[in-house]
């Protein structure tokens, strides 16, 4: 991929999550055929009065880029900065945060180190985060290594690192190719994954058969027993994502609006699904009233971009440079000021306990 397209694929991917979660968000939690009848079809925002906001989904994948940029390829400086990163985002009052990462974010207030701070959980996090990995790091060893660390961080089953590498895989070939191909796709993520991952596999083929017998992604949630919404968990939110992925390949809408009508936790399968497909249809292919329908500080549309931009110039072949013992950043990462996520956090709180008496009432 050239430098060009790379930008271009990085770009799509970060704002591809941001516009997929905040789309999603609203829908979270709630049963698909009630979810139609509370809030109506996702063809635009519902979380305030018309506009989007991101929620812990976007939050990651930014987070995940900041340190990339300022570890370049050194997996150990990536640990440090994304666990500081993570042990300052949770102590702003995030809502809607994951048991399992909560609970290693506080391990590392604790003292804990970042590679014995996770929880043995197989929940959606890693997965979350993990498409910008497959469109900003070039050599695959190298980005396997950084995704295990990523995972590994927050979620110590096996289960969530094969499903963030299957991801992360689906990013890199979305971003890549003009023309997906499903088994190209497929026999990359098997060899990569091994005879360990057999459960996720064996999804990801039926989800793959699903796609060709032209089953919409919503009937094959149904079909894997998830009639009340798509679970965090990592075996049934990776396969409807690559189901919703492979029906709209190109047609970032189509793929979006499908995996949300699936039910549960839209806002995640939503900003998965929004990295894997922006990644390819990049931001041109985005539509352009959901993009500027974020309304959102300190983490901006604008400020996203601009950290996908500096992603794009970072040189993954080249550590950082070794200044006695500490490590030199060879790029800085922009950045956002805590004071002003905190009153956004308080504000997003409100806006997150209003949908929550909402749902209480009718329709049921």
Not at 87 to 101: D, N
Not at 223 to 228: D, F, I, K, S, V
Not at 240 to 253: C, G, K, T, Y
Request: hydrophobic fraction near 45%; aromatic fraction near 8%; include cysteine.
């Amino acid at each position: 991929m050239s430098e060009v397209l790379q930008r271009e694929a990085i770009v799509g991917c970060i704002l591809g999550t941001a516009v997929g979660d905040a789309m999603g968000l609203p829908y979270e939690g709630i049963a698909p055929d009630r979810a139609s009848r509370l809030l109506g079809p996702p063809d635009r925002y519902r979380f305030c009065f018309g506009r989007g906001m991101i929620s812990d989904d976007t939050e990651h994948t930014c987070m995940v880029a900041q340190s990339l940029i300022e570890a370049g390829g050194d997996v150990d400086l990536f640990v440090e900065r994304f666990a500081t990163r993570l042990k300052w985002w949770i102590l702003a009052l995030p809502a809607g945060v994951g048991m399992a990462t909560a609970r290693s974010a506080i391990k590392l207030w604790l003292g804990v180190k970042p590679t014995s701070a996770g929880v043995f959980s197989a929940g959606n996090g890693p997965a979350m985060r993990a498409a910008i990995f497959g469109v900003a790091i070039p050599d695959v060893s190298q980005m396997l290594e950084m995704i295990r660390a990523s995972t590994r961080m927050t979620h110590t089953d096996p289960k969530a690192e094969f499903g963030a590498i299957a991801v992360a895989l689906a990013a890199r070939h979305s971003g890549a190719h003009v023309a997906i191909d499903s088994n190209r796709w497929f026999e990359q993520v098997r060899d990569t994954l091994g005879n360990e991952a057999t459960e996720l596999i064996a999804l990801l083929r039926r989800a793959i058969e699903s796609v060709k017998a032209g089953e919409s992604t919503r009937r094959f949630a149904d079909a894997l027993g998830l009639t009340r919404g798509v679970t965090g968990y990592i075996d049934h939110t990776v396969p409807v994502a690559i189901h919703a992925w492979l029906s709209h390949p190109n047609d970032f809408r189509g793929a979006v609006t499908s995996i949300i009508e699936c039910g549960g936790d839209a806002d995640t399968t939503a900003a998965i699904v929004g990295g894997i497909v922006g990644s390819g249809v990049r931001r041109d292919g985005i539509p352009i009233a959901w993009i500027e329908g974020i309304a959102e500080y300190p983490r901006s549309i604008a400020w996203m971009q601009k950290v996908a931009e500096t992603l794009a110039t970072v040189d993954f072949a080249k550590a950082p440079q070794q200044c006695g013992a500490v490590s030199r950043f060879t790029t800085k990462a922009p950045t956002v000021k805590p004071i002003a996520v905190l009153l956004r956090n308080l504000l997003f709180l409100q806006i997150v306990l209003y949908h929550g008496f909402r749902r209480l009432a009718p329709p049921y």
